[in-house]
């Protein structure tokens, strides 16, 4: 699992949230003026803009049922929350009024066309979050307020009680309105639940309580105008509904601030807002939060020293924003009082400026604390050094400022009101936990600092990074390279793992791809398995990239000229081994599982076909126990549908009519080989994950791995490439370990760990011990053996770890050796070098 478990964070911050009221009270703001920096009111002599012409109000009736009657002293809320600061950190509750045991409502005037998140929780001493059919902590539900309304809900448990009863659910697709085109990624929410659509626009909420409840369809841009409507669930039965969303017409908006005296010079002033573009993630990331700095929108300054941004806004679009030196709860605005900002605006119909003033980027009496951190000399140029705090948990890391000479600053100044002691500590390009500083790795606690009344100027050094040691360049053999004819793959695959903070450092990665010579990147997108029964698939926001991401970075790679082939996956809550064990496999399941695959495939072919990728790569390890015989990982039956080959080449056809692009199967080599499916011959190609023994030895020479790769291309691979007549790309992953060339990462108890298993961001396992010229002495090796081999049409390294370098035990040659092997080899493979 990427991020902590939900019900234990949400405990966590309850106990952080129930003290703010009271550290609120006691703040007073005392003007400072340290490390040169002026006092923290607004600059003048700047006209302060007037405030705001109020936004009309309505009244919603919030009414809700109940599984149960209250405890004695509980009382139950509606809790507004708020996404820009963090779910858990600036809500406002509201106590309800109880019509009877089961049943409580209350009204609040709201603003006319905003969109409003809440939830319900019961509290005596600590607030208890109510939870959705599934046991899961509910994010959040909507209510578009439109003008006087009733909000009717039903709560399913709570994070003491789990549901327990009858079900129904609601489908239903989402199309434009005015072309009745599908809309993928709008998020769709009832009852305590949420899902994204996927590329046909389809959605399923399931397992929903009987009874009434407020359905909304939101686009995460803004891009269509949200829709509302009721929708009434029955017990064991399907409610079907119809979406028809309107798109918005983009205005421009521009923001002015004048902005606090203190402000740190040349420090970025970024945008927080709600929408994806304005950094919110939708996701539930480090420490509660959901937005990312490096996603948000910088401000540029005027010669009057106030700070402005241009933006194309969906009109009639609720955005919550705020300014930031930091994400939305570090370093965000605050007020004199010490509270949290939080603004709105509903984007008018025509073009329009915002003239803001931040009061203060202080909260409480604490004077700011300014780090201030020399790198090592080995820190790669184009790195940005970050910073992580770790107030109740470890939150997402936040860019420092730089000097220059490898010397970083970061000036705290919010929200200290609400810490005492609290740790920190320093990593590359927002990577804490995988590219940190050598003296807080993971697993070890961070540097320690506390809130003080007078300055504090914290100066550090990073002896060294993680992953990162002073090392030489391996030594390259010259050798005559074949060139191969056109369309040869030459390329990178990366990582089969996404974190919403990548995406800054992707135009870096793709630069690094192309400098190796390669004319193929392969991204490896993924939906999740959220439950196993009934089966949900979908894409999940904050842990799957989802169509905006995927677009931005497929038309990244095509400018540098790299042809680009989607290879998407599976992210699985346990191993996927455990998941297929733990399944099912029933004739209804199955049912489901084949339909959601092709939603998940479609949604690919789809993406693929609007942006330009040049290949669509289909299959993996993980789809073995679905394809026809398929079988567990200890070999029991899968009980897969016995027309399986039908299935799969019906849904086949059905991807080839959303894509015309060509189609490859990802076929696992050695395991699978054996057992391919007849179905690969409707294909286009064969993309096989070769992760073969090529010696016992653990000093094996580059010859002798040589003779073991040609032996197994031309017993194995060669007659069943010539019996297909297909083109084959050869897939490759080793990690950088001693040992890697027999192609098995021993586990202890007598079998063999995946070779994922040392991919990043796990826990760096003590078994293993680093080894970067046995990963390029290998590479040399099936290169060397690609070589003589002309029927081979392609080579492509799997496991790119793209945000930043590590020298580290994973498959990832980024900054490695082995990434000098493929910089020799591409460009003569590709011609380009003679």
């Not at 090592?376 to 109740?392: A, E, H, K, L, M």
């Not at 003080?452 to 100066?459: D, E």
Request: proline fraction near 9%.
């Amino acid at each position: 699992m990427k991020n902590q478990p939900a019900n234990h964070l949400i405990f966590r911050l309850a106990v952080l949230t129930s003290l703010i009221a009271l550290l609120l009270n006691s703040c007073t703001l005392s003007p400072i003026d340290i490390f040169g920096i002026l006092p923290a009111t607004p600059t003048l002599p700047f006209i302060i803009p007037p405030t705001a012409t109020p936004q009309p109000h309505a009244e919603v009736t919030f009414e809700v049922s109940l599984p149960a009657p209250l405890l004695p002293g509980e009382t139950l809320f509606l809790s507004l929350v708020d996404e820009v600061t963090g779910l858990a950190l600036n809500a406002v509750n509201y106590p309800m009024q109880g019509r009877d045991a089961l049943h409580y409502s209350l009204a609040r005037p709201l603003p006319v066309n905003s969109v409003v998140k809440y939830r319900y929780l019961r509290e005596t001493t600590l607030p208890i979050f109510e939870h959705n059919s599934a046991d899961q902590a509910v994010r959040y539900r909507m209510v578009y307020v439109t003008g006087p309304l009733a909000a009717q809900d039903v709560v399913a448990g709570w994070n003491d009680s789990p549901f327990s009863g009858q079900t129904g659910r609601i489908v239903g697709q989402v199309v434009n309105a005015a072309d009745g085109t599908p809309i993928p990624d709008i998020l769709v929410a009832a009852g305590g639940l949420q899902t994204l659509t996927d590329s046909s626009g389809n959605f399923s909420l399931e397992d929903l309580l009987p009874g009434t409840h407020n359905l909304v369809a939101y686009a995460l841009d803004g891009m269509y105008q949200t829709f509302q409507q009721g929708a009434v669930v029955a017990e064991g039965k399907p409610t079907p509904v119809k979406v028809t969303l309107t798109p918005a017409a983009l205005v421009n908006v521009v923001f002015t601030v004048i902005v606090p005296r203190n402000t740190v010079p040349t420090a970025p002033i970024r945008l927080a807002g709600n929408l994806y573009q304005l950094g919110n993630t939708f996701g539930d990331l480090e420490g509660g939060l959901s937005t990312v700095a490096t996603r948000m929108p910088v401000l540029a300054p005027l010669p009057d020293g106030r700070f402005t941004l241009s933006l194309m806004l969906p009109a009639g679009a609720d955005i919550r924003y705020k300014y930031s030196l930091g994400d939305g709860f570090w370093n965000a605005e605050h007020r004199q009082n010490g509270e949290f900002v939080v603004r709105q605006l509903i984007v008018p119909p025509a073009s329009a400026i915002v003239e803001d003033v931040v009061e203060t980027w202080q909260a409480g009496p604490s004077a700011p604390i300014l780090f201030d951190v020399s790198a090592p000399v080995n820190t790669p140029v184009t790195d940005v050094v970050s910073i992580q705090f770790n107030p109740y948990g470890w939150t997402v890391p936040i860019p420092m400022w730089p000097l220059g000479d490898n010397r970083w600053v970061y000036m705290l100044f919010s929200p200290l009101n609400m810490l005492g002691s609290f740790e920190y500590r320093y990593c590359r390009n927002d990577q804490c936990g995988s590219a940190d500083d050598l003296a807080t790795p993971p697993g070890r606690r961070g540097r320690l600092v506390a809130t003080s009344l007078t300055a504090q100027n914290l100066q550090d050094t990073v002896n060294g990074w993680t992953w990162l040691p002073a090392s030489t360049p391996g030594t390259l053999v010259g050798l005559q390279v074949a060139p191969r004819a056109a369309g040869f793959w030459a390329g990178i695959e990366l990582q089969a793992y996404y974190d919403p903070s990548w995406q800054a450092f992707m135009p870096q990665a793709f630069q690094n791809i192309q400098a190796i010579g390669s004319n193929w990147v392969v991204l490896t997108p993924t939906w999740t398995y959220s439950r196993l029964f009934p089966l949900v698939f979908t894409p999940v926001a904050g842990n799957d990239p989802l169509t905006a991401d995927t677009q931005e970075t497929i038309s990244r790679a095509r400018a540098l000229n790299l042809n680009v082939g989607l290879f998407p996956s599976a992210n699985f809550p346990i191993s996927a081994d455990e998941w297929w064990a733990a399944s099912p496999r029933d004739a209804g399941w199955w049912d489901a599982w084949f339909a959601r695959y092709q939603a998940f495939a479609v949604y690919y072919a789809d993406l693929a076909a609007k942006s330009g990728a040049g290949s669509l790569i289909l299959g993996g390890e993980w789809l073995a126990p679905a394809l026809p015989g398929g079988r567990l990982a200890n070999g029991v039956n899968s009980n897969v549908p016995a027309d399986a080959d039908a299935r799969w080449r019906n849904l086949l056809a059905e991807v080839r009519n959303h894509y015309g692009g060509s189609i490859y199967w990802a076929l696992p080599y050695p395991a699978g080989f054996q057992t391919a499916p007849d179905f690969i011959k409707e294909l286009d190609g064969i993309y096989l994950l070769w992760y073969a023994p090529l010696s016992i030895s653990a000093v094996a020479s580059v010859e002798e791995m040589q003779v073991q790769a040609g032996q197994l291309l031309d017993r194995d691979i060669l007659p069943f490439q010539s019996a297909l007549q297909k083109p084959l790309v050869l897939a490759v992953a080793y990690p950088s370990v001693s040992g890697a060339a027999s192609a098995c990462l021993p586990d202890g108890r007598g079998g063999c760990l995946p070779w994922t298993a040392l991919s990043q961001p796990a826990p760096d396992n003590p078994a293993f011990n680093v080894d970067m010229k046995s990963q390029a002495d290998i590479y040399q090796a099936l290169l060397n053996a690609v070589n003589s081999r002309a029927w081979i049409a392609g080579f492509i390294s799997r496991g790119y770890y793209p945000p930043t370098l590590l020298q580290d035990k994973s498959a990832s040659i980024h900054g490695k050796q082995a990434a000098d092997i493929l910089w020799y080899w591409y460009p003569r493979l590709l011609g380009n070098v003679k």
